[in-house]
């Protein structure tokens, strides 16, 4: 079976500039988390969604958002770019939600000049 | 509010040697625990897991013992090889949340 898949792999974008990242979860999984890893640090939790809604939001500024669509793939949005944003993008699925184990994807690699 | 303390690397060692990685949390429930590997280019892998007090996660050779007393999770493995080279990273999460809040990654360079 397929894990989690993300896409694009890499992303050069401009500061101002908007984004959207891509991921499919593991087929039969219904949760989808995102999160951000900047160079050197942790994975921060940024949103998960389960069932279409949103279950958590991490503390990031609203020129983030994300959706859930029918078939559990997911979009990350990030509007008017700036340099911090640039970071390894993470996107994580699980079966269900609470308390489930998260299967990770590769990543977006996303740098802003 | 929660928070997951690693030890800083990198940690280098040869081939065969014994490995400890530590880490502590801070947590005002009762949190999952977690390692997760990470190698190059790659995302996270789940390495091993304990959901309660006194709980041994392990695969692979690794292992660690979910301690309450002490806050402790800490990562241990009898003999590394060059393959387990990576950035191992602690992490918890709370309640009945899918939410891991992750230390900041310790990472292990094993040589020949």
């Known amino acids: 079976d397929a894990g989690v898949t993300q896409s694009p792999t890499h992303l050069i974008k401009t500061r101002g500039q908007h984004v959207t990242l891509r991921c499919s979860p593991i087929s039969g999984h219904k949760s989808v988390s995102w999160y951000q890893q900047v160079l050197g640090q942790g994975p921060q939790f940024i949103f998960q969604?389960?069932?279409?809604?949103?279950?958590g939001r991490g503390n990031f500024p609203d020129r983030f958002s994300a959706r859930q669509f029918p078939n559990y793939s997911s979009e990350l949005n990030v509007n008017a770019l700036l340099l911090g944003d640039s970071a390894l993008y993470l996107c994580a699925s699980s079966q269900g939600w609470g308390n489930q184990p998260q299967h990770f994807g590769d990543g977006t690699r996303l740098s802003i000049l | 509010g929660d928070s997951v303390t690693q030890m800083e690397g990198p940690v280098t060692l040869s081939e065969e040697a014994f490995l400890t990685i530590n880490c502590t949390y801070t947590a005002t429930g009762y949190p999952s625990l977690f390692w997760y590997v990470q190698y190059p280019g790659e995302g996270l892998q789940l390495l091993l897991k304990a959901t309660k007090a006194d709980d041994k996660g392990s695969n692979k050779g690794f292992e660690a013992t979910y301690r309450k007393e002490t806050t402790s999770f800490h990562l241990e493995k009898g003999s590394v090889q060059v393959s387990d080279s990576a950035v191992y990273f602690c992490a918890l999460s709370e309640g009945n949340t899918d939410k891991l809040i992750f230390g900041t990654g310790t990472r292990l360079q094993v040589f020949p």
């Open positions: 969604y389960y069932e279409k809604e949103e279950r």
